[in-house]
Structures are given as C-alpha cells and as structure tokens.
C-alpha cells in the first residue's frame, strides 16, 4: 500500500471519547494520512463519504462503539484505519431484553429566548398552525371521491382558507380486529387536528369502517366545523360535498391568527432515508429545537419504534417515572413481539439506502435516531391514534415507514414534523413538514425538497448556531410560512396494517 503524506484536518468526526469509529466528511483513498485533534491515522482502505473508518482497534467479538455506545460486534480484527461497515461488524440485536428504572438525573435548564408563534387557537385549546378544511373518507371506495371534491373545492373557494385537501387510503372495508381499529382511530384522530378549522368525512355506507362508529369514537369532535355523510344515500356526492365544504368555509374563513405560546406547539419528530451524517447533524439538531420545545412546555413527539432498538436504554434513562418507564418497555417488547410471531428478525433495518449512505446496524440507525427526542425527560407514552394530553417529550406507537409514522404524529396532535434526512424525499404529509438535511450536498442537489441545511455544523457553524436558525424557521413556519412540500402540493397519510383482510 503505498502512503499518501498529505494530512487533513477536518476530513473524519468522533462523537465521543469511547468510540471505535469516526465518520468520513469526505472521500477517502487508501493510503491517506488523517489527522483527528493531534492523533494521526492512515486509511488502510477507502473509505466512502458518510461512512466510519477505525480510530481505535477492535478484536473479533468486541463491541464496536460510536457515539459512546455499542452498534454492534466486530465479526474480524478491526485495525486503525480499517474501513469498518457490514462486511466487519454485525448487529447484537436478539429478542426480548430487561430493564430497570431508576430516577433520571434533572438536565440543567438553560434559559433561552422567549418565542412565540401566530396560531389558531381552538375552541378546545389546541392551537393549529394552518386554517385548512380537510376531506376524510371512512373506506378506500369513496378516496377518489374525497379528492375530486377537494380538487373543485379549491377551484371555487380559493383564497378562502388556507387550503381544501382530501387525504384518501385504501382501507375501511375487509377489515378486522387491531386493522378495523386503527383505520378508525386514526381517521377520527385526524378529524379532531387543529390545523383543520373544518372537516368533511364521506362514507360508503356498506363498509366496515361504519361513518356512524367513527363518528361515535370521536367525541371530542366540533359539530359546528364537521359535516359528514353516506354516499350510497345522497343522488350527487359532488355537489353535496361542495355545498358541505362552502358551509364550512364561511366558517373557517372568519379564524384569524393570533399570538400564542410555544408552550401551545406539538411537533412531531421524524427521520427518513438516513445516512451517516444523520446521527451527527441533523438528529442533534433536531435534539436541540425538542429541547428548547420541552423546556418551554411545549410537546415533541417521538416514534418509530423499530429505531429504536438497540438504543432504547438511553430513552429509557430518561424516563420520568416508574409507570412512565414500565408503558415505554411495554410499548418496546410489543414491538418486538410483533416482528418475532410474524418470524422475521428485530434487526431488518436498516435500508438500501440507510446502508449505501454508511450505517452498519439498527444499533447505530438507532442510535443516531433517538437523538431527535434531545436530552428531555420522557413524560409519557402514548398508543398508535391516540393524541397527546400532557406537555414534554411524548412516545408514539408507530412503526418506521415514512407515512405511516407521519401520518401518525399528525394524528397524534403534531402541528408541525421536522423530518431530517440523508437521502432526501419529496414525500410529504397532513401537516406541515420540514425537511432537514444532513449534508449539504443533499441541500445543494435538491432544494426544492430541502427546508434547511444540518450540514452546516460541520463547516464553520457551532450546532446552538445552527439551532437557533432552525428555531426561527420553526417559528416562521408555525406562523404560516409554507415549507417544501406544502409548495410541491405534497400531501398524503398513509395508515398502519398488521392483520389479515376478509
């Protein structure tokens, strides 16, 4: 191997003091001399961008650590400079694991700048961030219907409110048991956001998923801002979900913004098409503004529970009392359960993707995910189409696919999602979502995806510079200024199904 001598400064990035691994900011060649504060290492092999290469040795079976905790066992001896990804470590990822709580250390408050945002405050107290009308259907044969409503809606009605949007699925109907149940838990959940000032569900009326059962499941419904109706019943569906939606705007066109709390902010925190830089960039990024959120008693929610094995612990820690540890253990073990009696291994993740952008294991997935719930005290845990009712970092029970999560932390009560991401995705969802990318080179490629740059903090800008940005931006955004997706006209929900269909 021939030794390049060059030396750069600012070309791999260590975490914590414990790790095997740093990650490459960069390309780099065999042969290549790095330096990492003062200590200097020569690449034994390429290394690609985003992906770890060794600082430190590991024998074979020795727990290979980033971050400060293990993401897995090294399967060969790991020298330093050794490119270090699938083909020498592996998960440790088994089954079902123990845990004990005890009482989390209190994190030192720091005071930060008062924020506020412009919102609609709702009768019931929750505060939206847009003023739009929605159209839900109970079963997947009247979506086309919920959409050409919309679609014509917004023709007649434009500028009325701040938008018409339809959210179709293809479920309601040959549905049974936990699937019958979270179709109509989460489209009742949807029904009662405060982003929607108006809601118009539609039926079939030979379905399942029953308008009146939903209807009945969701008390804390606004009569006088939804109207609903069978299909099979009325001779026009169109033209009786027009008259339905122009009732509405009348109504929803007089709500005007006003000043309220960030403590009135529920946001939903999400992670898409990571890469190696996720864990370092955007996800502590995120950490930060839920922290900020938390502390101002506000509500960040956390999901994707499969993103969470193998770094479940850290969450755990932090958990704020015995009955909120024993519901987060609980929700972690279903989970598991769920993927071992449908017999495939708790480990199948991370991606294609997530692998081609240098994450080894879900230990290190996870790891670098969990950091968007920040250092917080977890305060409560709640199930997949209920909605949050205390402030602090909140758990949801949602599996890890982009929609399905999201659509689930809007139903959840989520206002606003930062979604970050390494990989990027036009996908968006009911409500407003940031998208923040890990690198800058995915920033620069795509910015007509892209809300803001993470990337940033490796180039100059300390990360409570850079929180402060996306502070702003957050604020900006909850007061109405639209993102990425909201201008692409990218929405969508997408519903959780785990069970057979008739």
């Known amino acids: 191997m021939t030794q390049v001598s060059c030396v750069h400064d600012e070309s791999i990035h260590d975490v914590d003091p414990r790790d095997h691994v740093a990650t490459a900011l960069r390309d780099i060649v065999a042969g290549e001399t790095l330096e990492l504060r003062g200590r200097r290492i020569v690449a034994r092999s390429d290394v690609p961008k985003g992906h770890k290469i060794a600082i430190a040795a590991a024998s074979i079976g020795e727990d290979v650590m980033k971050y400060g905790w293990p993401i897995g066992r090294a399967t060969v001896s790991i020298a330093v400079g050794d490119h270090v990804h699938v083909h020498n470590v592996e998960t440790k990822l088994a089954g079902l694991e123990g845990y004990d709580w005890h009482p989390p250390q209190r994190r030192l408050i720091k005071a930060q700048p008062v924020h506020s945002f412009m919102g609609y405050r709702r009768t019931n107290g929750r505060v939206g961030t847009r003023n739009e009308i929605w159209v839900l259907c109970t079963v997947g044969c009247v979506a086309n219907t919920a959409r050409r409503i919309a679609e014509k809606a917004n023709l ?23 699937d019958l149940s979270h179709t109509r838990k989460l489209i009742a959940a949807l029904a009662a956001h405060p982003n929607a000032g108006g809601i118009l569900i539609l039926g079939l009326g030979c379905e399942n998923n029953q308008l009146q059962a939903l209807l009945d499941s969701a008390p804390d419904l606004n009569p006088t801002r939804m109207r609903a109706f069978t299909t099979q019943l009325v001779e026009d569906e169109l033209e009786d979900g027009l008259a339905a939606i122009e009732d509405l705007v009348a109504i929803v066109e007089k709500d005007q913004r006003e000043t309220c709390s960030i403590s009135d902010l529920v946001i939903g925190l999400k992670c898409g098409g990571s890469d190696g830089f996720s864990g370092v960039t955007a996800n502590p990024l995120v950490g930060r503004i839920a922290d900020r959120i938390a502390d101002a008693g506000g509500t960040p929610i956390l999901t994707e529970i499969p993103e969470i094995f193998g770094a479940e612990q850290m969450l755990l820690a932090r958990a704020g009392s015995q009955a909120v540890f024993d519901s987060a253990v609980q929700l972690v073990d279903d989970f598991k359960r769920y993927f071992i009696d449908n017999n495939q291994p708790i480990h199948e993740n991370p991606s294609p993707g997530n692998i081609a952008g240098g994450i080894t294991t879900l230990e290190e997935k996870s790891l670098g995910a969990v950091q968007k719930g920040g250092r917080s005290e977890l305060i409560g845990v709640i199930r997949y189409g209920e909605k949050v009712g205390t402030h602090g970092l909140t758990l949801l029970e949602a599996p890890g696919n982009d929609a399905v999560s999201s659509t689930a932390l809007t139903a959840a009560g989520a206002t606003l999602i930062l979604f970050t991401t390494g ?20 920033a620069t490629r795509k910015p007509g995806w892209i809300d803001f740059d993470a990337g940033i903090v490796l180039s100059g800008h300390t990360i409570e510079d850079a929180a402060d940005a996306l502070m702003d ?9 639209r993102t990425k997706t909201e201008a692409n006209g990218e929405r969508e929900i997408a519903i959780w199904k785990s069970g057979v269909t008739l």
């Open 423 to 442: 990989r990027g995705t036009p996908l968006g969802f009911p409500a407003p979502t940031l998208k923040i990318a890990s690198n800058s080179t995915l």
């Open 473 to 481: 931006l957050v604020v900006e955004t909850a007061s109405g200024k």
């Open 156 to 178: 007649r009605f434009a500028g009325r409110t701040d938008g018409i949007f339809a959210f179709p699925h293809p479920f309601g109907c040959s549905q049974l048991g936990d």
